[in-house]
């Protein structure tokens, strides 16, 4: 057996036996060569025992790690669109996973720059299966590789998982005026900044004319992720570069009222094309380098991949190009997504503000609010609001006050998701449920184990409550997947192997005149996104800022 490499002119491949089942013989996929449409590619079995939880029919589910989907983006591929990756014709050993991108290393042992691959969990028998498929973007300084998003437990529900690798930092973002004379040269946008967004469009494309030979539907494909991953999911609704691609969207810790402050400074933020250049040219100037060309030479290992400068107005994130990103999240949100599909989206307890371990005293909590609201006159209704006579109240009302702006503010997401025309349902949530071993609460990231039920592949001390809720919140997810509703598609919980069990609790869509959530973790339950006077002033203080 050939060692693998990742180079992509030297593909490590494995010479395997002509003794595998022909396909359409009832056997898992992963123990015979898939054909894709640059080569042909060997899988192995997910688990080599059987894992704790609720994972049902795990024998048969396989995995493809490190599957190329574009080239090598090193030399004169860097701050290029992702290219066609290099054809193979020997089979292609599937057992490790590919490198990580720059800045996204994650739990990766190795990072390259040809580092655009996939993963894929699959427990099908049959190309002609046409399960449901979830392309999962990872957030910031993760990678697709990681455990935290191993994809078996989806995929022993029967769908289709796929975990991608997409350019970030400097790599996946620099804008530069001549970039953009490159990229006008060849698609008429005299823009540039956002590979790592195209990285993700090449990826889905990947998807939709691979998938079936991994047994799933190309076209029943949700988009999803956490956090940075939800700001693909949500660039990937609204850009016509992939117009009818996507089926579903779910954006976990993701999309808000654009009149949000937040909404700029969280996953989805943006920088406008002016902001992008200063940033480019800093970083330029940073390598020594006064061409494009010159920075394309700097080689991996020297380049000074500095994500800051004074006056770029923060780091390298998604431009505004009219490109890719056609337009600003209140246009956008305005009238009717590219791409009007079912879409999922919501919050954590303790994120966006909110912490288990604030530790404010009084003064310290009203000087924070009269710093946020005083200038538009709300500091004082602000308090009365959320009153804090004592440390442990100013603690209190501080996270409340931002537990609530994050469910008003997906709310707002919401109602402007109906005003401007999407005639698509969107459901949103609000994760509460702690994991166990940990101080932080309900976390940043804290939902992720228990939506792709693979409490197996991380070490918390878990308890039978975990396994539980990660039987409930998989199988939202799931029936998302396969039918557009998380209510529907036959999944419950906790389920036996042969779909017995709890139904779930029914969850509706968020409608615009309904200030409701749904609660996910420590109950399952429709909530109010918050009481009356706090979503009226929330409001107000939103409609005094400028939409982002």
Request: proline share 7%; charged share 15%.
């Amino acid at each position: 057996m050939k060692t693998r490499h990742f180079d992509r002119h030297s593909l490590g491949l494995l010479c395997l036996p002509a003794l595998l089942p022909p396909l359409g013989v009832s056997a898992a996929l992963f123990d015979r060569v898939v054909e894709t449409k640059y080569g042909p590619v060997q899988g192995v079995a997910a688990f080599s025992s059987a894992p704790v939880g609720n994972i049902s029919g795990w024998q048969n589910v396989g995995v493809w790690k490190g599957v190329p989907y574009a080239a090598t983006t090193a030399g004169a591929n860097r701050w290029r669109p992702p290219q066609d990756p290099v054809s193979w014709t020997e089979t292609l050993d599937t057992s490790v996973f590919g490198p990580a991108c720059p800045e996204s290393q994650g739990d990766s042992a190795t990072v390259s720059e040809d580092c655009l691959n996939l993963n894929i969990w699959s427990n099908a028998n049959s190309t002609d299966d046409k399960l449901p498929v979830i392309m999962w973007a990872h957030p910031a300084g993760s990678a697709g590789s990681d455990a935290l998003f191993d994809g078996g437990g989806m995929a022993a529900k029967g769908v289709v998982f796929v975990t991608i690798n997409y350019r970030d930092g400097a790599f996946g973002w620099l804008a530069h005026p001549q970039l953009s004379a490159e990229v006008y040269h060849e698609t008429g946008s005299n823009s540039s900044g956002n590979w790592g967004m195209l990285d993700q469009f090449a990826a889905l494309k990947w998807i939709q004319a691979n998938i079936a030979a991994f047994g799933g539907d190309p076209e029943l494909i949700t988009t999803a992720g956490q956090s940075a991953g939800s700001a693909a999911a949500y660039h990937i609704v609204n850009s016509p570069l992939v117009k009818g691609i996507p089926k579903r969207a779910i954006a976990e810790s993701g999309v808000r009222d654009p009149r949000d402050p937040e909404a700029g400074s969280l996953a989805e933020s943006y920088n406008n094309l002016t902001t992008a250049y200063v940033l480019g040219e800093a970083f330029l100037t940073a390598n020594g380098a006064t061409t494009i060309t010159e920075l394309r030479a700097i080689p991996l290992a020297e380049l000074n991949d500095t994500a800051s400068a004074p006056g770029s107005g923060g780091g390298f994130r998604a431009t505004l190009d009219y490109y890719a990103m056609p337009a600003t999240y209140a246009t956008s949100l305005s009238r009717p997504p590219t791409n009007d599909i079912p879409f999922i989206t919501g919050n954590t307890k303790d994120e966006s503000g909110a912490s288990t371990t604030t530790n404010l005293t009084v003064a310290q909590y009203v000087a924070d609010m009269q710093a946020q609201y005083g200038p538009f006159n709300l500091s004082a209704v602000a308090l009365d609001l959320y009153p804090a006579v004592n440390a442990s109240e100013a603690d209190a009302s501080y996270n409340q006050h931002w537990q609530d702006t994050s469910r008003v503010s997906s709310w707002g997401y919401a109602r402007g998701w109906y005003l401007g025309g999407a005639k698509s349902p969107i459901y949103t949530y609000f994760w509460d449920h702690a994991p166990p071993g940990q101080t932080q609460g309900a976390y940043h990231e804290s939902e992720i184990n228990y939506v792709l039920n693979n409490l197996y592949a991380t070490d918390k001390p878990w308890e039978a409550l975990d396994y539980a809720i990660a039987a409930k919140m998989s199988a939202y997810w799931a029936n998302f997947a396969a039918t557009g509703d998380p209510n529907l598609g036959g999944y419950y919980s906790p389920g036996d192997s042969n779909g017995n069990g709890e139904p779930l609790v029914t969850w509706n869509p968020t409608l615009g005149n309904k200030t409701i959530t749904m609660r996910l973790g420590d109950g399952w339950a429709p909530i109010p996104i918050a009481e009356p006077a706090q979503i009226a002033f929330l409001d107000e203080y939103f409609s005094d800022q400028i939409p982002y």
